[in-house]
């Protein structure tokens, strides 16, 4: 009976050792045996997609055809999921940071968030830096846009291109806004950049930021008197059911960048970095063509909704005049070089 047992041990480490060689040589050839794997049986790489827009939005809309486009030209290789409206963070800011330590691996997010990762981002949101949106997009394109994206993956980032939201406008609950005092003692949210809140501060309004998932609620509430804001985003957060006045003061404008975790991006086989890389660029070219096309049937629908007026150029001069110590104080510390960039490509 002993010598059965004894036999029978043997057997088994047998068969065991048999199965580990099996393993090893269907694994030798350098494919995943994982069964969530592409096409060719390839490892499959996951690319968590969040961001705190809406799905109509020109920013969910090209990152849908992102999402097709990767998916087929990998085979498979690597699947996109995507988490609009919140759904994960309900700031930007949230966001960037779980890019950071990989807990998602992609996000598209206003540069002006970027600046509290690194300052020099702030260079976009200089109040009345841009004359038009060919010079805001000669300058993400040119040097300028190339020399921040250089400095991302000292942040553990990967930039996949600039895209944008459009110029920013003031929205309120009180009144229509034609001069910088009409501003004083508002309650104005910003968004989570230090160089908004001094913006309107110096306007002679009380600036907090606060992240955008919870704007709509604080502005039915009564929270906040007012923002500025985009009229695409205006228009698809349904803020015009909670705000009264919009002027039109193209006060500063709204980049947007692609972000992607460095290591995961890193990670990637060279043929998927080229269609990741591709692709994003592809992405943000139509988000900007789909902004540019709606912006006026989206402004055409608050003028049903909301008291519409726009700033004169004596009006904007007014601002430009009463915001040069900003616009001074922020170019300081982003780098006189920089400004020097983004003037030169008008």
């Avoid at 809406?54 to 030209?73: C, G, M």
């Avoid at 970027?114 to 981002?121: D, L, P, S, T, V």
């Avoid at 995961?264 to 591709?278: H, K």
Wanted: hydrophobic share 40%; net charge negative; glycine share 6%.
């Amino acid at each position: 009976m002993e010598r059965w047992d004894e036999y029978k041990g043997h057997l088994v480490s047998v068969l065991l050792i048999c199965l580990l060689l099996l393993v090893t040589a269907c694994s030798s050839d350098g494919t995943s045996t994982s069964a969530a794997g592409g096409e060719k049986g390839e490892e499959q790489h996951v690319i968590r997609f969040a961001h705190i827009v809406s799905e109509d939005t020109p920013l969910h809309i090209s990152a849908l055809q992102f999402k097709e486009n990767v998916e087929e030209r990998s085979d498979g290789r690597i699947k996109v999921e995507l988490f609009p409206n919140g759904q994960l963070f309900s700031s930007e800011r949230e966001t960037v940071e779980a890019i950071q330590i990989g807990n998602i691996e992609m996000s598209e997010v206003a540069t002006a968030v970027m600046a509290g990762f690194k300052q020099e981002f702030s260079i976009f949101n200089l109040p009345f830096l841009y004359d038009s949106r060919e010079h805001a997009y000669a300058t993400f394109d040119g040097e300028l846009g190339n020399t921040l994206t250089e400095k991302l993956p000292e942040i553990s980032l990967v930039g996949l291109g600039f895209g944008e939201n459009g110029f920013r406008h003031f929205v309120n609950n009180v009144k229509p806004i034609e001069k910088p005092e009409d501003l004083s003692g508002m309650k104005i949210r910003v968004i989570e950049n230090k160089m908004y809140e001094d913006l309107f501060n110096s306007l002679g309004a009380n600036a907090s930021p606060l992240g955008f998932g919870e704007v709509y609620t604080s502005l039915q509430q009564g929270v906040f008197d007012g923002m500025d804001s985009e009229i695409s985003v205006i228009d698809t957060a349904k803020l015009d059911e909670v705000l009264d006045y919009l002027t039109l003061s193209n006060h500063s404008f709204t980049p947007t960048i692609s972000l992607m975790n460095k290591q995961f991006y890193e990670s990637l086989p060279e043929d998927l970095q080229t269609i990741v890389a591709e692709e994003g660029e592809k992405m943000v070219a139509n988000e900007r063509k789909l902004t540019m096309e709606s912006e006026q049937s989206m402004l055409d629908e608050l003028k049903k909704s909301m008291e519409v007026n726009e700033l004169t150029e004596e009006q904007v001069e007014l601002f430009r005049e009463k915001l040069q110590p900003i616009f001074d104080k922020y170019a300081e510390i982003v780098g006189e070089n920089l400004v020097e960039l983004a003037n030169k490509a008008r």
